[in-house]
């Protein structure tokens, strides 16, 4: 890279690299401290019911076990339902760990064995005995439908009259379709290290998608507001899961609190499986077509499990009123409490779940009508989010189309089921939309010229894998036109610039457009101290005589005019600008996503249903792309994750227990190595001028939606059957 060249747009390594493939990057839970102690989490074996009595005797008198910590021990906890409600926080009562005697789920927490070491803290909790009063629990969302109520979720109000358009279409479909719970499994199990300070004050190392989330919930549950920092410098994958506060951090401050010590509780692969995940969901699709293709009315119905406890909702059937044109629409939404823990945001939660079943749909529409599935989408285009009734700010998902076809080869597809094969192995290719929201949240950045003329950037987000560290840097040095090297960006604590928590696809968005006006404001602060400094070099310029280039102050018409940020800072002392970004009100009159096209092929093994995928296109539109291989590498993700989706993942539970039994990376099955195809991404050319001053729409998640739907229409043109309910497994298909 030219010294010219900005870095923003560039495909530049991550920043933290090399400290990450070298070891020394750190998470959570491999934060030491003298003295620390270990906790082991003991977990309910049953799914509903009391605690009769926790006989800890035999755990305590192991040498070197501290403190065993039930609901009986526990420090004070706040009784009011808001301290406990995240910012992530679903309608209900938050779980209070260790708050009674109550039994709400299988695998919730119980007790806490404090010990010398992690060892002893794991051996110990196995002598823990619990005795229980078991009610009956319900965990079957497919037993219980009947039981379903509205979720308390503003959908859009009906348009048209889809019951009365439908029963008078020419062509229809129905369809019911189904995915089964899923876990997210970042490879980086959570963990909470509780550093206790002298004067009662707490500094935690989390593995949280938000420092000040879990600030905020330790100092509103324990009543230390004031006291508590957290850190999260390196977080080792989350897809959600780090979006509310989870129990090991609320375990850990306990014993700390409890002991007066530093304290690490680590959960293992297992109780991975014990908090939120992707709920079971049922879903009922009804499109309605002239012999165009056109939609002439759509239904569609989700039910998806919930807690006792709280309702958890995303967005599901949203998305089938916005991507399509169609006057007649009619959306719902219910939930099922189940004696289960709620779920949780994963991944696009809800566009994953939502976008499946319409594409499906639409699939199985394109067969009903005899028209090429891609025709069919660009028959049904949409400039306007019906929803609202608003343009978008930019849609270049024809140009996803177009991109994604051509790559893949599209137009050489025949129509007709079971028409591709080799030998004993049935080809299919399938394809399907994605669409994910656009967000911004306001955030703030601090920017600060230090007296080493470098620039100091920071903000309290995270880095959840994502490449934040990378794109903040580079979005950084772009403003200050500073090379990479000049430029560090710290974040992971709760004591810098207030920031969203890393979800949503919004970091860019929203902590990007922070540190780029942070920038800008320093880089005002810089000019003043330059131009209005007598004797200087730019004495008495105008801001736009002077250029901010490779780390010096530069005459526009004269370049030998030349002023090194290291050098004015040693004249004038360090110079900082601290700002908080808004989501622009010119956003207010458009609707702003991203979307995609997703190309699959398909080979089913004809004897045994086996199905791999051998090539997939994912293009996508997510308007100005500021790293195109950090990018890349979340689409990637986004895909695999598709794949599993559809022949995967799949959390089961035994229903006679309540309790979840593949719960470990053996018998959760997710796609490795040898089930991921070459996998192609490509970004379209979007240009937004409306989204926010980067252009930027983000692309966490919308590498995953459409995926599962592509892979199932694929499976079906390979075999003519139709596998509606996830995972496609090979007992399904024969
Ligand atoms: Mo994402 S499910 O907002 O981490």
């Not at 750190?26 to 006989?55: F, N, T």
């Not at 992707?278 to 919930?306: N, S």
């Not at 709760?494 to 902590?511: D, I, M, R």
Request: charged letters at 20%; proline letters at 5%; aromatic letters at 6%.
């Amino acid at each position: 890279m030219s010294a010219r060249q900005s870095p923003q747009g560039q495909p530049l390594d991550r920043v933290d690299g090399p400290q990450k493939v070298t070891g020394q990057a750190r998470y959570a839970g491999e934060y030491a401290a003298p003295d620390l102690l270990h906790g082991s989490v003991v977990c309910s074996a049953i799914a509903s019911g009391q605690i009769r009595h926790i006989d800890a005797s035999a755990a305590l008198a192991v040498p070197g076990v501290v403190a065993v910590l039930t609901h009986e021990n526990r420090p004070p906890l706040a009784c009011e339902d808001e301290a406990y409600a995240d910012a992530d926080a679903a309608d209900g009562a938050a779980f209070r760990p260790l708050f009674n005697a109550h039994i709400l789920y299988s695998g919730q927490p119980l007790a806490l064995v404090v010990a010398e070491s992690l060892q002893l803290a794991q051996y110990a909790a196995s002598l823990v005995r619990v005795e229980y009063q078991q009610t009956p629990h319900r965990t079957d969302l497919l037993a219980d439908l009947a039981r379903a109520h509205p979720a308390p979720a503003e959908l859009p109000a009906p348009r048209g009259d889809a019951a009365g358009v439908l029963a008078g279409a020419l062509l229809g479909i129905e369809a019911r379709y189904s995915s089964p719970v899923e876990h997210h499994n970042p490879m980086e199990p959570h963990a909470s290290t509780v550093l206790y300070g002298d004067d009662g004050h707490l500094t935690i190392h989390d593995k949280t998608q938000g420092t000040q989330n879990s600030q905020q919930y330790v100092e509103d549950v324990f009543g230390l507001k004031g006291k508590v920092r957290v850190l999260a410098a390196f977080v080792g994958g989350a897809f959600g899961s780090g979006l509310r506060p989870q129990y090991q951090l609320a375990l850990a401050v306990m014993a700390a609190l409890k002991l007066r010590r530093s304290v690490r509780v680590s959960l293992t692969r297992q109780q991975m499986f014990t908090f939120g995940y992707r709920p079971c969901t049922v879903q009922h699709l009804q499109l309605g077509a002239g012999a165009d293709g056109r939609l002439q009315a759509l239904r569609h119905g989700a039910t998806a499990q919930t807690s006792r406890f709280e309702d958890f909702t995303e967005h599901v059937v949203e998305w089938s009123g916005m991507l399509y044109h169609c006057d007649n629409v009619q959306l719902d939404y219910q939930l099922v409490p189940l004696d289960v823990y709620t779920p949780l945001d994963m991944r696009a939660p809800g566009a994953t779940l939502g976008v499946y079943a319409l594409e499906c749909a639409m699939d199985e529409l394109a067969y009903a009508v005899a028209i090429d599935p891609l025709q069919l989408r660009l028959n049904n285009y949409s400039a306007l989010n019906q929803n609202s009734g608003k343009p978008y700010s930019s849609k270049a998902l024809d140009a996803c189309y177009a991109e994604g076809a051509a790559r893949f080869g599209w137009d050489a597809r025949p129509l007709a089921p079971r028409s591709l094969r080799d030998g004993h192995t049935l080809i299919g290719w399938g394809m399907a939309t994605g669409v994910w929201e656009a967000m911004q949240q306001p955030a703030s950045a601090r920017a600060c010229l230090a007296a080493d003329g470098s620039l100091q950037v920071s903000s309290a987000t995270t880095d959840i894998g994502t490449g934040t560290y990378t794109v903040m840097t580079q979005i950084a040095a772009t403003s200050l036109g500073m090379p990479m090297e000049r430029v560090r960006f710290q974040l992971g604590d709760s004591s810098l610039p207030k920031a969203p928590l890393q979800g949503g696809s919004f970091t860019v968005s929203s902590v990007g457009s922070a540190v780029q006006q942070a920038c800008e404001a320093l880089k005002e602060k810089i000019l003043g101290a330059a131009t209005q400094r007598p004797g200087s070099l730019f004495a008495g310029l105008a801001s736009a005589q002077v250029a901010f280039i490779d780390g010096a102050l530069q005459r526009v018409d004269d370049p030998a005019c030349r002023l090194p940020l290291s050098e004015l800072v040693s004249q004038v002392g360090e110079l900082q600008a601290e700002v908080e970004a808004q989501p622009s009100k010119a956003r207010d009159a458009y609707a702003t996503a991203t979307h995609s096209a997703v190309f699959v092929e398909v080979r089913v093994d004809e004897a045994l249903g086996t199905v791999q995928v051998s090539r997939v296109v994912s293009a996508i539109a997510a308007g100005r792309v500021i790293n195109p291989k950090t990018a890349r590498s979340q689409i990637l993700g986004g895909v695999v994750w598709g794949i599993g989706q559809a022949l995967h993942e799949e959390t089961l539970i035994d229903h006679n227990l309540g309790r979840y039994m593949n719960h470990s990376l053996a018998e959760y099955h997710l796609p490795v190595h040898a089930d991921n195809p070459a996998i192609e991404v490509l970004f379209v050319d979007e240009p937004d001028s409306v989204v926010n001053s980067l252009g930027s729409k983000g692309v966490g998640e919308i590498g995953i939606v459409g995926v599962a739907a592509a892979v199932a229409n694929a499976v079906y043109h390979a075999t003519g059957k139709r596998v509606r309910d996830l995972p496609i497994t090979l007992d399904k298909l024969l």
